[in-house]
């Protein structure tokens, strides 16, 4: 297993390779802070050399002018083992297994190039087209050196407001594009033409309904047991006596992966958050689980101020704009988990392959669409509110020549191949399809990995294992959503392994308390974040959108814990448009409620109201 994680680097195409060569080259001296050692892999007459960072000027100052197709590609980071399969020039495991990349390029003989990604998104791969050569990373922030300018996205910030995430093959930065989870985009090369063709999507993995479903309770139940404890092996299997981490949030997930991990004899120490008095405290149920297991748990606290130091190294960390309040407090839980442990553990996946999420309101939706098929509001746009963000609310936020822009954009578009009925004729199976696509591949896999990776940390997933999650499709619904049981195959299956009051709890979202933090302790600070005179200067939003928010004025939907989503969403935006872009706004606006006490700012609303 490597040291540390790592990212790259590379292009291919039709260019002059000593010119391609010195961009590439540049990038990699200027990257700050400066990420580990770099390898470099480049194109040599008996196939692949490497080198060392220190020597890339000299080995290809040597090199002959080959003929096109040229490439090459730089590693950040990585461990002088690694070995990459077959026809790949590269290649990233944020788990550290190193057998089943998560994202690759490869180079078929016949000149063809190839970017792929597993279906589950845990690691992002972009790419970009400068002249006749395509530039690919795993980082967005790797590619933007390359472009001659640096615009936002409309439709990539169009999405991030709909969803809180970029939705694939979309992303915040005009002319730069992500592969989607589950797919290889293929170019192929002319020679004699010397121009690069459209690439072909072409699915390695489809999230389908197995044609025949198991409904035996008590076959279900052993299979999936040999299932999870399959998972945990494989991931075991490179571990010698170190010690690795795993966050706890007391709820099912989480808890079934500690209870495998101590099970196979692995020393594990469990890391949870700690929100203090404010919110809804989920560590007693993490608590409960560590005693039942015997494992030390160390609370990692999320304090207001711990959370506002953290804002722009999470943001750096997260290299994508991702608008989910979960994201700093995850950085804090990476950043302490790092001082113990080189390995770390997590239950995502699991809401996604048993039907955890709140799926009833959808099911009875999509019942009432096909008895009512003329109503105005269609299951793909009840789907969209199930993200509570800012679909539905355009004409408020978005300034008028913005507004212009999003007409023709519809986010069902970017849903309809999640929702494909095709693939799961089954309700609750496409439901569960959507959730793997959309608010898996593309929020909570890669932000839980690159947290990780920002930390040094080799991420794994349990529930992200291929023969479980297709093993998951041949369930009868009756399984996975059993009356107002949600998950209730995995909780038969695991009911013997953990407390009964943490197997049958109902499930609850981590409580991350946004709106308290945001009407209180960062009061004075959105003023900064969401100041009107820099979103004047973008042209975007509304300058006055946080004042409305709090205000209550934007929409009626818009209270309570809706009040932190919203306002976290637009600060997350704010605070990566200003570190990535480089965008240096001095001037500031006083013209908002933020600047006074919110206290003295409640009362001058009575009495402006009265």
Excluded at 48 to 59: A, F, N, Y
């Amino acid at each position: 297993m490597g040291n540390i994680p790592h990212h790259f680097l590379g292009y291919w195409g039709y260019g002059v390779q000593h010119q391609l060569q010195a961009l590439l080259t540049n990038v990699l001296e200027n990257l700050s802070p400066p990420r580990g050692e770099a390898l470099n892999f480049y194109q040599a007459e008996n196939g692949l050399g490497l080198v060392l960072k220190d020597e890339i000027k000299s080995q290809f100052s040597q090199q002959k002018n080959y003929l096109f197709p040229v490439w090459n590609v730089v590693y950040i980071g990585l461990d002088r083992n690694y070995s990459l399969l077959k026809n790949q020039i590269a290649g990233v495991s944020v788990s550290g297994i190193f057998s089943s990349p998560d994202a690759w390029v490869s180079l078929e003989e016949n000149n063809c190039l190839i970017l792929g990604r597993e279906p589950f998104g845990k690691v992002p791969l972009y790419w970009t087209v400068q002249g006749q050569v395509i530039w690919f990373a795993t980082q967005l922030q790797l590619l933007l050196p390359i472009l001659q300018q640096r615009d936002v996205s409309i439709p990539g910030l169009y999405g991030y407001s709909c969803f809180s995430y970029v939705p694939t093959p979309l992303t915040p930065v005009t002319g730069v594009f992500a592969v989607t989870a589950g797919t290889e985009l293929i170019w192929q090369s002319d020679r004699n033409l010397g121009i690069l063709q459209t690439p072909k999507s072409q699915n390695i993995n489809s999230w389908r309904q197995a044609p025949e479903q198991l409904t035996d309770e008590a076959t279900a139940i052993s299979e999936l047991q040999i299932l999870l404890k399959n998972s945990i092996e494989q991931q075991i299997a490179d571990l010698k006596d170190e010690p690795v981490g795993v966050f706890l949030s007391g709820g099912l997930d989480s808890s079934v992966v500690a209870a495998l991990l101590v099970q196979a004899g692995v020393k594990v120490r469990a890391y949870t958050l700690d929100f203090g008095s404010a919110g809804i405290p989920e560590y007693p149920y993490a608590e409960q689980v560590a005693q039942f297991l015997k494992i030390p748990l160390v609370k990692v606290a999320a304090t207001p101020n711990q959370i506002k130091n953290a804002f722009i190294p999470t943001v750096e960390a997260l290299d994508l704009p991702f608008g989910d309040g979960v994201c700093v407090p995850l950085y804090l839980l990476s950043q302490r988990a790092s001082e113990e442990t080189r390995v770390i553990f997590n239950g995502e996946g699991g809401d996604q392959l048993f039907a955890g999420w709140t799926n009833k309101p959808l099911i009875a939706a999509g019942v009432y669409q096909s008895e009512n098929p003329a109503k105005d509001e269609t299951f793909i746009q009840q789907y969209l509110r199930t993200f509570h963000r800012l679909w539905g609310y355009e004409s408020q936020v978005y300034q008028p020549e913005i507004y212009a822009q999003i007409q023709n954009l519809h986010p069902e578009d970017w849903l309809l191949a999640a929702l494909d009925a095709t693939e799961c004729p089954s309700l609750l199976h496409r439901l569960r399809r959507a959730s793997l696509m959309l608010k898996g591949a593309q929020n909570i896999h890669p932000r839980a990995t690159a947290l990780g990776l920002a930390h040094g940390l080799w991420v794994r997933s349990p529930f992200c294992n291929l023969d479980l999650a297709q093993w998951t499709f041949g369930l009868s619904g009756e399984l996975c959503l059993q009356g107002a049981c949600e998950k209730y195959i995995l909780k038969r299956a695991v009911e013997n392994w953990l407390p009964p009051e943490i197997v049958w709890r109902q499930k609850r979202g981590m409580g991350v308390p946004l709106t308290s933090w945001c009407l209180n302790d960062f009061w004075h600070q959105i003023g900064v974040w969401l100041n009107p005179e820099i979103l004047g200067a973008n042209n975007h939003f509304y300058p006055d959108i946080a004042a409305q928010i709090v205000e209550g004025k934007l929409a009626g939907a818009i209270q309570g814990r809706r009040i932190g989503e919203i306002l976290w969403l637009l600060i997350m935006w704010q605070l990566w448009r200003s570190h990535f872009l480089n965008e240096n706004f001095s001037k500031q606006s006083w013209n908002h409620p933020f600047w006074l006490p919110r206290w003295l700012w409640k009362n001058y609303k009575i009495i402006r109201n009265s």
